[in-house]
């Protein structure tokens, strides 16, 4: 479905839109805008950025992907599983060069979906997706530690385990007001959830901390606790976003040129991230609603609202799980509901930011570090643990370690990559060539006779790189006295290049040794692949492509 299409389709929703839909659509958007708001300013906040520019995100980037989306209910905003990427970026390249980052990954994005790999980036492997949100998920709990515990530490450093290490070196130091504050906020939120399941757990764990530090510090003499307003003075303005051109501030073409060569590989890695979050999320809105997204406009929405987001002061976004399933729990119809959340989030921004300023930092570190369990997702490593085979096992625990010890762009491609090897290898086991003596023709469901100078050669399976070798090596193992091979590709469904290389390379040595090759049961596709490969090379005297063994027959008691 493109866009034009979905377009379509949505203008077909609307027929039956009324006033009672419109009421719907309007509560979920605000429920859904009470659960993003601390969610962007604390994501905001954990990648060292201000608080400001989480909620920019929301209102540009979310009413963007909303409009030109391909799943209807799909909210889209920051989310945890970009931290560990744009913290980096922030620390080298500034502000600017997270939002250069950000437009870069949507530009991304947007070929990406251009070529159609929305449906292939959906196909991700299970335990590749588990083991680096598992190893972000971790990342992002021992970010948040700093200040759950309100330690003031500097010249942190950007290795995982010296950053462990170093936090953990300085527990002693706590402040326990902080730490009161953020175990508070975490009681306050499982508490909800667990007895007022319709109520949005994050904002009344995140409202209820920002009350108490209010009340104790008029309270309670020497009470102090870092809020987002200590920590950035004036960083959450009484006015709409304004205009950002941020690659105007290189200072000349060979520096921007530099940057974005070394910006290229997070890019990416942001682009690859954010198609398989939003993908993941737009799938579990088919599945809790019964309809069905398109993911190359979806994955087109998201590059463009990313494209777009950073002139705005946005970082980087993708669709969000949680908050697309809030959406859908509290009645969202239409597009409009996200729509309305943005707009809410833009109305708090220009009424209500000074109250803002006194959410304690603590308690945004305690959200995340809940939001950072829930993403581990332990339930999804239990089933691999237990279900899942030993490949699948090492594909998780490799992915989850090298995202957690080094880089979550390593992360992700080793993943891939050993995914792919170990698909290759199954693949490879599953496709096979044998020979078939005459005399077990009938239990080959072949009930028919082969003179003596003739054998059957069954190919099986999926013909392309290593399979394709392994399939055609036996062929060559034939008896002197055999004239006429016959190969039979009933069970090959697909044969690529590499395949037919070997093949080639085989029927080579088969016409060496005065052999005539019989090919049958091809598929369309095969057949007219075959039958170029054989012109171009050449091969038509002994190589002949045939319907059946009745065919095969009559040309041995005939030959050509």
């Given at each position: 479905?493109?866009?034009?299409n979905?377009f379509?389709a949505?203008?077909?929703?609307?027929?039956?839109?009324s006033s009672?839909?419109?009421?719907?659509?309007?509560?979920?958007?605000?429920?859904?805008a009470?659960v993003?708001?601390?969610?962007g300013l604390?994501?905001?906040?954990a990648?060292?950025a201000?608080?400001?520019?989480?909620?920019?995100t929301i209102?540009?980037a979310g009413?963007?992907?909303?409009?030109?989306?391909?799943?209807?209910?799909?909210?889209s905003?920051p989310?945890?599983?970009?931290v560990?990427?744009?913290?980096p970026?922030v620390?080298?390249?500034?502000?600017?060069?997270l939002?250069?980052?950000?437009?870069l990954?949507?530009?991304?994005m947007?070929?990406?979906?251009?070529?159609?790999?929305?449906k292939?980036?959906?196909?991700?492997?299970?335990?590749?997706?588990?083991?680096?949100?598992?190893?972000?998920a971790?990342v992002?709990?021992?970010l948040?530690l700093k200040d759950f515990?309100g330690?003031?530490?500097?010249?942190?450093?950007?290795?995982?385990?010296?950053?462990?290490a170093?936090?953990f070196s300085?527990?002693?130091?706590?402040?326990?007001?902080e730490l009161?504050?953020?175990?508070?906020?975490?009681?306050v939120i499982?508490?909800?959830k667990?007895?007022?399941?319709?109520?949005?757990?994050?904002v009344?764990?995140?409202?209820?901390?920002t009350?108490?530090v209010?009340i104790l510090?008029?309270?309670?003499?020497g009470?102090s606790?870092?809020?987002?307003?200590?920590?950035y003075?004036g960083g959450?303005?009484?006015g709409?976003?304004?205009?950002?051109?941020?690659w105007?501030?290189?200072?000349?073409?060979?520096?921007?040129?530099?940057?974005?060569?070394?910006l290229?590989?997070?890019?990416l890695?942001i682009?690859?991230?954010g198609a398989i979050?939003?993908?993941?999320?737009?799938?579990?809105a088919?599945?809790?609603t019964?309809t069905?997204?398109?993911p190359?406009?979806?994955l087109?929405?998201q590059g463009l609202?990313?494209?777009?987001?950073?002139?705005?002061?946005?970082?980087?976004a993708t669709?969000a799980i949680?908050r697309?399933?809030?959406?859908?729990?509290?009645?969202?119809?239409?597009?409009?509901?996200?729509?309305?959340h943005a707009?809410?989030?833009?109305?708090?921004?220009l009424?209500?930011?000074?109250?803002?300023?006194f959410m304690p930092?603590?308690?945004?570190?305690?959200?995340l570090i809940?939001v950072?369990w829930?993403?581990?997702?332990?339930?999804?490593i239990k089933?691999?643990?237990k279900?899942g085979?030993?490949e699948?096992?090492?594909?998780?625990?490799?992915?989850?370690?090298?995202t957690?010890l080094f880089?979550?762009t390593?992360?992700?491609?080793?993943?891939?990559f050993?995914a792919?090897?170990?698909?290759l290898?199954?693949v490879?086991?599953?496709?096979?060539?044998r020979?078939?003596?005459?005399?077990?023709?009938?239990?080959h469901?072949?009930n028919?006779?082969l003179p003596?100078?003739?054998q059957?050669y069954?190919?099986?399976?999926?013909l392309?790189?290593?399979?394709a070798?392994?399939?055609i090596?036996?062929?060559?193992?034939?008896?002197?006295?055999?004239?006429?091979?016959i190969?039979?590709f009933?069970?090959?469904?697909?044969?690529?290049?590499t395949?037919?290389?070997?093949?080639y390379?085989?029927?080579?040595?088969?016409?060496?040794?005065?052999?005539?090759c019989?090919?049958?049961?091809?598929k369309?596709?095969?057949?007219?692949?075959?039958e170029n490969?054989?012109?171009h090379h050449?091969?038509?005297?002994?190589?002949?492509?045939?319907?059946?063994?009745q065919?095969?027959?009559k040309?041995?008691?005939?030959?050509?």
């Amino acid at each position: 479905m493109n866009s034009i299409n979905y377009f379509f389709a949505l203008k077909q929703s609307f027929k039956n839109y009324s006033s009672s839909s419109l009421l719907k659509d309007l509560k979920a958007g605000l429920v859904v805008a009470l659960v993003a708001l601390p969610l962007g300013l604390a994501l905001s906040v954990a990648v060292d950025a201000p608080p400001k520019h989480g909620l920019f995100t929301i209102i540009t980037a979310g009413f963007i992907i909303a409009l030109f989306g391909g799943s209807r209910f799909q909210v889209s905003g920051p989310t945890a599983a970009f931290v560990v990427i744009l913290y980096p970026i922030v620390h080298q390249f500034g502000l600017d060069g997270l939002f250069y980052a950000g437009f870069l990954a949507g530009i991304f994005m947007m070929v990406l979906s251009f070529f159609g790999f929305g449906k292939i980036i959906k196909m991700t492997p299970f335990p590749v997706v588990t083991g680096f949100t598992s190893g972000i998920a971790f990342v992002i709990f021992f970010l948040q530690l700093k200040d759950f515990l309100g330690l003031q530490l500097t010249n942190i450093p950007n290795q995982f385990i010296f950053k462990v290490a170093q936090i953990f070196s300085h527990i002693p130091q706590s402040n326990p007001y902080e730490l009161g504050i953020g175990i508070f906020t975490l009681v306050v939120i499982l508490f909800t959830k667990k007895y007022f399941k319709n109520t949005p757990a994050p904002v009344i764990g995140v409202i209820s901390a920002t009350l108490l530090v209010y009340i104790l510090s008029h309270r309670l003499p020497g009470f102090s606790v870092a809020t987002l307003g200590t920590k950035y003075p004036g960083g959450l303005p009484n006015g709409l976003p304004e205009f950002n051109p941020f690659w105007n501030k290189f200072s000349n073409f060979h520096d921007f040129w530099n940057i974005t060569v070394e910006l290229i590989p997070s890019a990416l890695t942001i682009a690859a991230l954010g198609a398989i979050e939003s993908l993941l999320s737009a799938v579990v809105a088919d599945s809790m609603t019964h309809t069905q997204h398109d993911p190359d406009t979806e994955l087109f929405a998201q590059g463009l609202g990313n494209t777009i987001a950073p002139f705005w002061g946005g970082i980087a976004a993708t669709g969000a799980i949680a908050r697309t399933a809030t959406n859908i729990r509290f009645g969202a119809i239409s597009p409009i509901a996200s729509v309305f959340h943005a707009f809410c989030i833009l109305i708090t921004l220009l009424f209500f930011s000074d109250l803002l300023s006194f959410m304690p930092l603590a308690a945004l570190a305690g959200l995340l570090i809940h939001v950072s369990w829930n993403m581990a997702d332990i339930e999804h490593i239990k089933t691999i643990i237990k279900v899942g085979q030993f490949e699948d096992k090492v594909v998780f625990l490799t992915c989850f370690l090298t995202t957690v010890l080094f880089d979550m762009t390593i992360g992700v491609s080793i993943g891939v990559f050993l995914a792919m090897i170990l698909f290759l290898n199954r693949v490879i086991k599953q496709s096979s060539g044998r020979w078939i003596p005459n005399n077990e023709l009938k239990n080959h469901s072949q009930n028919i006779d082969l003179p003596e100078n003739s054998q059957l050669y069954v190919l099986e399976g999926q013909l392309f790189f290593g399979a394709a070798q392994k399939a055609i090596s036996s062929l060559l193992i034939v008896d002197n006295n055999i004239k006429y091979i016959i190969l039979d590709f009933t069970n090959v469904d697909d044969i690529d290049l590499t395949a037919l290389t070997a093949l080639y390379s085989s029927l080579q040595s088969l016409k060496s040794n005065h052999k005539i090759c019989l090919m049958i049961h091809l598929k369309p596709n095969i057949n007219k692949r075959i039958e170029n490969f054989l012109d171009h090379h050449k091969l038509q005297d002994h190589v002949h492509i045939l319907q059946n063994l009745q065919e095969v027959l009559k040309v041995i008691e005939k030959p050509f």
